[in-house]
């Protein structure tokens, strides 16, 4: 892994603002996405796309649908990006923009369906047409005669990208098509894409390619498209040390379908992660340093407002927001140097400035130094307070971070060791120590990346944050309930053991989105929301049902048989003699008979020592009074009152 790899980072989606552009409605864009889908007679063929269902759908129509899929996506978890789709090898051609100066621009059997923008409603509106209405589709996706030069096409995406997102950081093509060697015979042309590539990735175009393999033909990059698509290299930010070419090749001739397919790769180059800390240095050694970034990978999602609309004019706007402190008596407006911070303190206020307070909770620079590295089997399971950063490396600030970061992933996953690190988040944070566990690369059934290969940074508790656990009294079942139970939950059990929680979405958030999407798109607002969450009762009845009639019956014959046993030895007599006789019963019984003696209390060193172990609370109530009594304490209250008096006792000394 410390050569030159599939490392693909989990995205970037900071804060900083991007340089402006023409349009101020996409100043905070972050992202460019252009579909370039081909129109052939072999990319509208038909094609099966599941064995449970006998659909069918051609590459082009897939492909149509993962774009519509991917925008509506895009315009709720990143509403700033802009979206365009491509079609070329059409009979039509369609590029000239009167309201732009690419109106003397042609290029043939190029049609621009939707042009690079934010995804407005009509545009979504344009493609779900294009997608769900099949007459629609059958009068624009009809082939050309004519074979569409691979140059013409990457120069009609350099045209748009230029003039629609000339100062984005983020820019991509992805091309679709099934045809492994367009220019077999002509090595001019061949020539002419690879120079037009070149431009683009010049540009800062990333160019991603999608392949789709024939029934009968198997896709071959080599034969022409390695030579225009370039491996990412480690200053790039999308990919900073990229192993693979990318994505896997999409079979189609074991059934897999082909949309999901093509959505899976897709999304796993298109979902952004928020960065919880854009760059930080890494400190393996004393003056070596490397430079990372973190993401929180794992979080909630909840509806959020990303702006305010005012709806009083012509028509609805977005309104800017400005933010004033207000003194309360004159209402004059405080500028923020007035403003001072105070704490009560002896009835008093005392102030103290914006720098003494930063320098009161100031630990240190931010950053992560290692201290030590510890077997990884040290480390319990349960010594995590909060949810882990996921770490990747930078080359912002130290060149050559990627390979050190590399290594020293491979070292510690090979030899099962784990970093323990003094972690400092951010300016005035409380340092904590964390772990810094390794993790491995995930890829799903497709080849496509589910988990990038980085660090995990998990903190631990400190001893103060670790409660010890109540005691209980297990009773374990016999183990004919236990083998029952096991059957039933090996029938419960999700496909190959795994959960995935991407196939569970937050149904109340989804029901949130699909209002508003059908709101946006004046659609039928649904009934119900789809709750993927609910369990499958019928599925599990069928599995599980007789299983647990048996599971009820075995449990119902232990019970009588542990009734019976418990029984035996039991005298018949009435209860009033039973009163009477219930001391010279209590050795039959099998039960322990009470002490009127009382306990004999530990002397001070026994106790303290029980309190340095921390094994106060295994003492008996009755031993935990008779000390206290001896100290002269009070004894009333529950035993965690006792168990507080006896270790204030030894704090206070």
């Known amino acids: 892994m410390a050569e030159e790899g599939r490392w693909k980072p989990p995205g970037d989606d900071e804060d900083e603002e991007e340089e402006e552009i023409d349009e101020t409605a996409y100043k905070h864009a972050k992202d460019a996405i252009l579909f370039a889908i081909e129109v052939s007679p072999s990319m509208l063929q038909l094609r099966l796309q599941g064995d449970k269902k006998a659909q069918t759908d051609s590459p082009t129509s897939a492909a149509l649908k993962c774009a519509f899929a991917l925008m509506q996506q895009r315009i709720i978890s ?96 992805f091309i679709v098509t099934d045809d492994d060697n367009p220019h077999e015979r002509d090595q001019t042309l061949r020539s002419a894409t690879a120079v037009r590539a070149k431009d683009l990735y010049d540009l800062g175009v990333v160019i991603e390619l999608f392949p789709i393999s024939k029934p009968n033909h198997d896709f071959d990059r080599s034969r022409f498209y390695d030579d225009i698509i370039y491996n990412n290299f480690p200053t790039d930010p999308e990919a900073p040390a990229p192993i693979s070419g990318g994505i896997a090749q999409t079979d189609t001739k074991d059934g897999i379908s082909l949309l999901y397919s093509l959505l899976s790769a897709i999304n796993s180059k298109a979902v952004a992660r928020r960065a919880q800390f854009s760059s930080m240095p890494l400190e393996i050694g004393p003056g070596f340093k490397i430079s990372v970034k973190g993401y929180i990978l794992f979080k909630r999602q909840t509806p959020k407002r990303s702006c305010y609309v005012w709806l ?57 130094r290692i201290i030590g590295f510890k077997p990884a089997a040290m480390i319990p399971i349960w010594a995590n307070i909060k949810p882990a950063t996921f770490l990747y490396p930078s080359e912002e600030d130290y060149v050559g971070s990627t390979r050190v970061f590399a290594a020293l992933h491979q070292k510690l996953f090979k030899d099962n060791l784990v970093g323990l690190t003094w972690f400092v988040a951010r300016k005035n944070a409380v340092p904590v120590v964390a772990a810094l566990f390794p993790g491995i690369e995930e890829v799903d059934d497709h080849g496509a990346q589910v988990m990038p290969p980085g660090f995990w940074l998990a903190p631990l508790p400190f001893a103060d944050d670790i409660r010890q656990n109540p005691e209980t009294q297990l009773i374990r079942a016999p183990e004919r309930l236990i083998d029952r139970m096991r059957e039933i939950v090996q029938q419960l059990q999700l496909p190959k053991a795994q959960y995935d929680p991407s196939k569970y979405p937050n149904p109340g958030l989804q029901w949130h989105y699909r209002i508003l999407q059908a709101l946006a798109l004046d659609e039928d607002i649904p009934d119900k929301p789809d709750d993927k969450t609910i369990p499958r009762y019928k599925q599990i009845e069928k599995r599980t049902g007789p299983l647990c009639i ?87 209250g529950s035993k965690v009152s006792l168990v507080d008096r006896i270790e204030g006792y030894f704090e206070q000394k």
């Not at 509403?79 to 051609?93: A, F, H, K, R, S």
């Not at 004159?330 to 923020?336: C, Y």
């Not at 009477?580 to 003696?597: F, M």
């Open 78 to 173: 990143n509403p700033n990006d802009m979206m365009g789709v491509l079609l070329y090898g059409t009979e039509q051609t369609k590029f000239q923009d009167e309201e732009s100066n690419r109106g003397s621009l042609s290029y043939p059997h190029c049609y621009l369906l939707t042009d690079l923008d934010v995804p407005a409603a009509d545009d979504v509106k344009a493609l779900r047409d294009m997608v769900e209405d099949d007459e629609e589709s059958s009068k624009l996706l009809v082939p050309s005669t004519e074979k569409v030069s691979m140059s013409n096409v990457l120069f009609c995406a350099n045209q748009i990208f230029t003039t629609k997102a000339p100062n984005f950081a983020s820019r991509r093509l």
């Open 312 to 368: 009083d004019g012509e028509k609805p706007q977005i309104a800017t927001m400005e933010t004033a402190h207000v003194a309360d008596d004159t209402g004059r407006v405080v500028d923020k140097g007035e403003i001072r911070k105070a704490f009560k303190f002896g009835g008093e206020q005392v102030t103290f400035t914006p720098e003494e307070v930063s320098s009161l909770r100031h630990f240190g620079d931010p950053g992560i």
């Open 550 to 636: 048996d599971w009820g019956h075995e449990l119902a014959r232990s019970h009588e048989e542990w009734r019976k046993i418990n029984d035996q030895g039991v005298s018949t007599v009435p209860s009033k003699r039973k009163a009477a006789n219930a001391e010279a019963d209590l050795p039959d019984r099998g039960k322990k008979a009470k002490s009127s003696e009382p306990p004999a209390a530990l002397n001070e060193e026994q106790m303290k020592k029980a309190f340095e172990e921390q094994s106060i609370g295994k003492l008996t109530v009755p031993v935990l009074k008779a000390w206290l009594q001896s100290k002269g304490m009070p004894v009333s």
